[in-house]
């Protein structure tokens, strides 16, 4: 059974910094891909940043290129997040999540298992 467990949210001022970590278990990840993604009051669920295990390809959605980093650890099993420059429309609950191909990282549709999600909430 695959579990993910996603820590680090919190309340931040606007150009502040919060790193998100998400623990992976229950399976060996090296051929999966993770991601992170977001959902703010009132809107749709977003991709927000995505990594392949195996080799480190990282992706990010233009709206966080150049503030936000993914990275993984493999001893660890861990995935994170660590954001950067934050501003006061990054406030949302941040979801890791985990997918069995390593392709289409951008679409919620190619993950299959999430996290309970971590509020990440930025003051202007």
């Known amino acids: 059974q695959v579990q993910l467990v996603e820590s680090g949210g919190g309340l931040v001022q606007a150009g502040g910094s919060l790193r998100l970590s998400c623990a992976a278990s229950g399976r060996t990840f090296s051929s999966y891909g993770m991601g992170w993604f977001r959902q703010a009051p009132g809107k749709e669920r977003e991709f927000v940043s995505g990594?392949?295990?195996?080799?480190?390809?990282?992706y990010y959605a233009d709206s966080v290129k150049g503030r936000f980093t993914i990275s993984r650890d493999n001893a660890k099993n861990t995935v994170t997040l660590q954001m950067n420059s934050l501003r006061p429309e990054d406030t949302a609950v941040y979801y890791c999540?985990?997918?069995?191909?390593?392709?289409?990282?951008?679409?919620?549709?190619?993950?299959?298992?999430w996290g309970q999600g971590t509020q990440v909430t930025v003051s202007s």
């Open positions: 990594i392949r295990w195996s080799d480190g390809t990282t």
């Open positions: 999540a985990a997918a069995r191909s390593q392709y289409r990282l951008g679409s919620s549709a190619a993950y299959h298992y």
